[in-house]
């Protein structure tokens, strides 16, 4: 019961976050679970209909016993080397925007803030891009996405953009506007 339990808080978390991103962009194309350039990314939104910035989001839980604190030193000692860790493996991944998803389940999420040791490790190396730390909380009827950093843009490659023309033609969204004349 409690893999089931976890696997819908994970698609709640999901769409909240492409919930997140309908309101934010402009006519983006969003994925679930999409093989992103050979890593797994649970969401992933391209703007501008598919060819505009690449959005790409990967989702942590945080430990259950984990009470809420502010986002800076105390919860990296409390519990959570992943999610360090996958702040680290963002860095590498490919996308104009970078975001680092904690689902907080029961969290009030609205009361963590990002300390300055936690802000410098969402830097790239030569401060051109900021991984963005959103909170997605599942209390209640709805979920709710907190940012809690807003990210910087990473600069972009032409293989990027090649990669993300393929991407877009061969993948089928879970999300777009689509014109009706097309149909």
């Given at each position: ?87 680290d ?7 104009h925007?970078?975001y680092?998803?904690a ?10 803030y ?65 014109d009706?004349?097309?149909?």
């Open positions: 019961m409690i893999d089931l339990e976890v696997q819908q808080e994970l698609g709640r978390a999901k769409n909240a976050i492409q919930d997140f991103f309908i309101r934010k962009l402009l006519v983006p194309k969003i994925y679930l679970d999409a093989d992103w350039n050979g890593e797994h990314l649970e969401v992933l939104a391209i703007d501008r209909a598919g060819v505009g910035d690449v959005h790409a989001v990967h989702i942590i839980s945080q430990a259950p016993d984990l009470t809420p604190h502010p986002v800076n030193e105390s919860i990296l000692v409390l519990g959570n080397e992943g999610f360090i860790r996958s702040l493996e963002l860095k590498g991944i490919s996308g925007f970078r680092l998803a689902l907080m389940a029961g969290s009030r999420s609205r009361e963590y990002a300390g300055s040791s936690l802000l410098q490790k969402t830097l790239s190396k030569d401060g051109v891009g900021r991984i963005g730390i959103l909170f997605v909380d599942l209390v209640g009827k709805e979920s709710a996405v907190n940012l809690v950093v807003r990210p910087e843009r990473y600069r972009s490659t032409p293989e990027m953009v090649e990669f993300t023309d393929q991407f877009v033609a061969r993948h089928t969204a879970n999300w777009e506007v689509r009706p004349a097309e149909q």
